[in-house]
């Protein structure tokens, strides 16, 4: 029977080459009609015979290309138009807005790649080259739909040859926006720190790769912003790009010329490879092989390393025909500050290189590497940014006109439209007012593209995180959300948890009800309300933010306030240089004076680090914990390990109190009689998952009504060795555990649970 179809596809169908692929469908099946994209969707008018419509679909909803993420497909019967072909029509842009899907970033293909490679092709050796399946997208959008006159490349008018591409359906380049050649796309130059032209197009890469090899820091302009790069073989340039760049310790990542070159240097699995070679092209934390021979400057004290592969038709030019096989490729920033992207952020960048490579396709959007570790079963985000974000996520509830700011670190905000939430890529942390513009720049641009005119701002409720301060430069009434509580509902969102559960929440620092600072909570509830039924015992912390930067101090607190007089004793043996101010902070626990009391997990690992001497001044975030669980990758032995000891009091009628200042002091004593870090630090860890287990038996003991999921989140769960340790016992206990999965465990996954929380919140208050 012959018969007239509406479909409607609703998902990532924009910018990834969908329209040609439902073209090729049409002539596949011998079907007529019209596709086309509005701002959300797109719109397939068909006809034809019914097998062959139900054939079409199938393969539409089984088989999409590869950068496509299909959400819903709405199919109605309509009447017969009677085409005579079928067409993609031009775009539509008469519906109002409503949840427009932003197409991501996506590494250059395979396709691209053979012609770049092709001296009889066109293209080849173009540092531009990209199709339907590759390039940018998200980075050169500035409004929609995603068509070229709305995006960075309008002002580049195509030459005949590539509007051919672009108009015939049976080409790879059919509707790629960002389609160019030689003759009508971006070109390239390099100029020197004083801005002064040193070549242009091909000859810029050839000179750019000779100044690499003789040792200089060369900055260069990719699809989300501009990396600071260097010869990751030359130690010496390596030390010189940390001091401009003002960052002593932290991790570096690595560019490697091929995935042969990257596996000399750490071990892949397979899943680790999948992700290395992905459309997304992220950096992934691998584990250094013994015979890796790269300077250790790149990651002191660390046995894992972040290595991504090329991801630009540039980075294969780079590496092409020369002796380097790996870069050291980071943001062109100083630490701290917002990535740079525009070319009047040159005086700035001048300042930590030596020579620009940039081009003169705008960038409408910064976005950094999505920096991600796989932990045997499931990809966990440390960073989720190019070709992961933005991203669109169900909530199951009315979240319009309510924006959730997330946190201060690793923060990334998200957006409610109808019930769907767009959540940002992550910005980083908004520690100064330059943080904060650019928090406000990327917040104003979502706000267009969705037409959000908000009503409600959904914050943390620490009252001096920067996101507080923001919310009154916005209107909208602010609603307060508790940090952990947050956590807790973007698990359950992810997972679709609607019910009231059990929660594991660790991490580093998040104010609590009780004016504390909370970080090793044991909840339960759901997005409407939860009650905190267990916690770690709360310690001082001298100094506040200073005893952050500096464990040793949050140790010594510890000791002083948990072990009195023998606490003294051993903090001066362990900190034998610090005796002057031992007893300054001494005087500020007993005084109350800028010490505030915290029980969290990652203030717990950092009193660890600094009482085995691992690190007592922390560089960068996380350092003193990162430094200490990193000895679980040293060891692949699955050697028997010893609890230490601790204590679960009760502390009323409905919350349970751990103790773990026992297992503190025989850490100490372990560590002054030498015993081998690795076993001091595998016994901590197992501590803290049995202690984590032991709180929950003790609660569901209480509380035997309680429902059987839990969820787990907060940034302690980077950690894969306690994640995977934690699930498991509590899986033989027979609980049903949910991780975070596609939204960070860590706060770039904080405003989401906020914004839902929010939405319950204001339902509430409206019925």
Known sequence: MYQALNIIVKGKVQGVGFRPFVYALSKKYNLKGTVQNNIESVSIMIEGEEEQLSKMINELNMNPPKLAKITEIKTQKIMLKNYQDFTIIQSSVDKQISTPTIPQDAAVCEHCLEELRDPQNRRFQYPF???????????????FPYDRPYTTMAKFQMCPACQDEYENPQNRRHHAQPVCCFHCGPTLKLVNSKGELVADNLNAISKAKELLKHGKIVTIKGIGGYHLVCDAKQEKVIDLLRKRKRRPQKPLAIMAKSLEVAKKLCNVTHAEEELLTS????????HRKFENTLPHNIAPGLTSMGIMLPY??????????????????TSANTSGFPISYNDSDHENIRELCDYILTHN?????????????????????IRRA?????????SGVDVSRIIAFGGNQKNAFAIGSQKDIILSPQIGQLENEEMMNHFNEQLDAFKKWYGVDEKYIAVDMHPFYATTMLAKQHKGQTMFIQHHHAHHVSCMAEHNLTEPCLGIILDGTGYGEDGHIWGFEFLYGDAKKFRRLGHLRYTPLPGGEKAVKEPWRNAVGMLLYALKEEGKEFATKLFPEKLKELDVIEQMIRKQVNTPMAGTCGRLFDAVSAILGICTISTYEGEAAIKLSDYMNRDLIDRPTTCYPFQIIQNNEMEFELNLSAMIRQIIID??????LIEIIHNFHQTIVESCVQMILTIVKKFPHMERNIVLSGGSFQNTYLSSKLQNRLKEEEFNVFINQNIPCHDGGLAIGQLIIAANKIAENNR
């Open 671 to 676: 560590h002054l009689a030498h015993k081998p």
């Open 312 to 329: 630009t038709p540039i980075h294969y030019l780079l590496f092409e025909g020369t002796e380097l096989d790996y870069l050291v490729m």
């Open 386 to 394: 190019r070709g992961f974000a933005p991203e669109t996520i169900e």
């Open 361 to 381: 396709r705008e960038i409408a959007h910064p976005i950094e590497d999505s920096v991600v570790l796989h932990d045997g079963k499931n990809k966990v985000f």
């Open 279 to 286: 459309s997304a092209g992220p950096i992934v934390l691998l």
């Open 129 to 143: 080259i990209n199709c339907t399946q590759c390039g940018p997208r998200y980075s050169i959008i500035q409004r």
